[in-house]
């Protein structure tokens, strides 16, 4: 592994392989609170690497401040996702079988960092998180990821990032032809078990 921009976890899969699982938590988090996700999902021929965000936040890390100050943050972080998945890309991994996985401010940013990446990736998967812009992200997104795989989840009972704003955001993209797969879940600002099992296998379709 080269030297990357961002601390990290990396988990390496059971079997040669250069699919790659890149994860991104949330506000207050670090990549060890995400160190369930690879053993729970088992998927032998997977790599894993967990990303810490760039800021420091009390005990972990955010990828950017809070609104309204959020700007600099998204666009710092940005910049620095794209050094960090050129270098797994450059000849370590493969795009094309890669995942990119995130929750709360993690999942802003597989949408405001994924859609706009030079790279198409196989699957890109944002959980209880928001869009930014979501009529710029239209307007500055790599077209050629609008018919990627993409997967957006979020829970009615969200206490952070409510439901129906996250939802209508969502809605934007679907109307400007960006093909988004929305589930809900009657879940608060969290990850439930019966989501991760349909992640499980919306990343490894039978």
């Known amino acids: 592994m080269k030297n990357l921009p961002l ?9 040669p392989s250069k699919k790659l699982m890149i994860i991104l938590h949330g506000r207050g988090d670090t990549a060890a609170g ?9 998927i032998d021929e997977m790599n ?6 760039p800021n420091d ?18 666009l710092h972080s940005r910049a ?10 450059e000849e370590q991994f493969n795009a094309k079988e890669s995942f990119l996985f995130g929750f709360s401010q993690g999942s802003l940013l597989v949408f405001e960092f994924g859609a706009r990446y030079h790279k198409v990736l196989a699957g890109y998967i944002g959980i209880s998180g928001y869009i930014y812009e979501a009529q710029t ?12 795989r993409w997967l957006c989840t979020h829970g009615t009972e969200d206490e952070l990032l409510p439901y ?9 993209l679907q109307e400007g032809g960006f093909d988004v797969e929305f589930i809900s879940y009657d879940k608060s600002h969290t990850i439930a078990d019966d989501e991760l099992r349909m992640i499980e296998a919306w990343i490894s379709p039978k």
């Open 80 to 89: 620095i996702l794209t050094q960090t998945l050129d270098i797994l890309f």
């Open 57 to 74: 936040f009390l005990d972990g890390y955010s990828w950017y401040d809070l609104p309204p100050n959020q700007h600099e943050g998204i």
């Open 7 to 15: 601390t990290h976890i990396f988990i390496p899969s059971k079997v």
């Open 48 to 53: 894993y690497i967990l990303l810490d965000a």
């Open 137 to 148: 992200l239209l307007e500055e997104m790599n077209p050629e990821v609008k018919k990627a």
């Open 34 to 42: 995400f160190a369930f996700l690879p053993p729970y999902l088992d």
């Open 164 to 172: 129906d704003v996250s939802k209508a955001q969502v809605d934007i």
